[in-house]
Nanobody, 121 residues
Framework: QVQLVESGGGLAQPGGSLRLSCAAS????????MAWYRQAPGQERELVAG???????NYADSVKGRFTISRDNNRNTVYLQMNSLKPEDTAVYYC???????????????WGQGTQVTVSS
C-alpha cells in the first residue's frame, strides 16, 4: 500500500517561510513526477509546483521566485521551500506523485492527506 505523508505545514507571518516535506512509502517500483497542489476554501485545487524525476521544476506564476521545489530520489521525498509568504498562499497543500506501485502495474497518481498552511499576522 503506497502512502504519501506530508509534514511541515503550520502558521507563518507574511514575509515568513515554511518548508513542506512529502515522503512516499510502501511498495514502490518507480517514481516519476512529484508535485505540490493547494486548495483554498471555495476554490479549485491548483498546481503549485512540480518536478520531474530528473529534477526539472515548473512553477505556477503566483509562486515563481518565492517557492522552490526539490526532491530526494533515494528517499522518494519531495520538498517545497516557501519564502516571502503572502496571505493568499493560505490553503491546504497536497502532495502528488505519479509512480508504479508494483511490477506490472501502470503509472498511478497518488495523493497525500494534505497539510494546512496559514499565512497571517
Amino acid at each position: 500500500q503506497v502512502q504519501l505523508v506530508e509534514s511541515g505545514g503550520g502558521l507563518a507571518q507574511p514575509g515568513g517561510s515554511l518548508r513542506l516535506s512529502c515522503a512516499a512509502s510502501g511498495t514502490i517500483v518507480s517514481v516519476n513526477t512529484m508535485a505540490w497542489y493547494r486548495q483554498a476554501p471555495g476554490q479549485e485545487r491548483e498546481l503549485v509546483a512540480g518536478i520531474t524525476k530528473g529534477g526539472m521544476p515548473n512553477y505556477a506564476d503566483s509562486v515563481k521566485g518565492r517557492f522552490t521545489i526539490s526532491r530526494d530520489n533515494n528517499r522518494n521525498t519531495v520538498y517545497l521551500q516557501m519564502n516571502s509568504l503572502k496571505p493568499e498562499d493560505t490553503a491546504v497543500y497536497y502532495c502528488n506523485s505519479l509512480l508504479i506501485p508494483q511490477v506490472g502495474r501502470p503509472w498511478t497518481a497518488y495523493w497525500g492527506q494534505g497539510t494546512q498552511v496559514t499565512v497571517s499576522s
